[in-house]
């Protein structure tokens, strides 16, 4: 059998979908705005995974001002519900969990961590330059290879892609 790396290491200002950014800045609206319409913001820090395809993010021909981020979970980070279980974390890897995504254990030297999750219903934006600053102070940081960004595109897509039914067929009846 064939033996596909997972991952790679960074350690340039370049951008691509599937890239790990560990402690990421990102902000959270409050919910509640003032009489004018403002809002604060918290900031707060996450491992987030590039979302943007890219080619949108080619260095002096970029195609977005803002980059698509979700937040990559560590097992342990997770509260106790079912895709913290070990059933959980099977039904995440098989694709029975359309909100997640699992990320296999990275073993390149220095960067290494266990199994993570994606998870696809906590999204970010970051501008383009603000994330590409931080990819040139990351001096290290792990790069998603091909077909598993591939994989983990397809499996964002197929979240954001459902369509909920007004009327379902009905379940069939064992007999």
Not at 9 to 23: A, N, Y
Not at 45 to 73: F, I, N, P, T
Not at 93 to 101: C, E, I, S, Y
Not at 133 to 152: F, G, T, V
Request: charged residues 25%; contains cysteine.
């Amino acid at each position: 059998m064939t033996n596909y790396p997972w991952y790679s290491e960074v350690r340039d200002d370049s951008l691509e979908q599937g890239d790990l950014f560990e402690l990421c800045p990102v902000f959270i609206p409050t919910l509640e705005a003032d009489e004018g319409g403002v809002a604060d913001f918290d900031l707060t820090h996450r491992d987030v995974v590039v979302m943007s395809q890219s080619c949108d993010l080619v260095k002096g021909r970029e195609k977005v001002m803002e980059v698509l981020l979700c937040a990559v979970w560590n097992r342990s980070e997770l509260s106790p519900d079912h895709v913290s279980t070990p059933k959980g974390m099977d039904d995440a890897r098989k694709g029975n969990l359309p909100g997640f995504h699992l990320l296999a254990p990275c073993e390149l030297a220095g960067l290494d961590h266990d199994v993570r999750i994606v998870d696809f219903r906590c999204v970010h934006s970051l501008p383009i330059q603000l994330l590409r600053k931080l990819a040139a102070n990351d001096h290290r940081r792990i790069r998603l290879l091909p077909p598993y960004r591939e994989h983990l595109s397809q499996a964002f897509a197929r979240f954001f892609m459902r369509v909920g039914l007004p009327v379902d067929i009905p379940p069939f009846k064992q007999s």
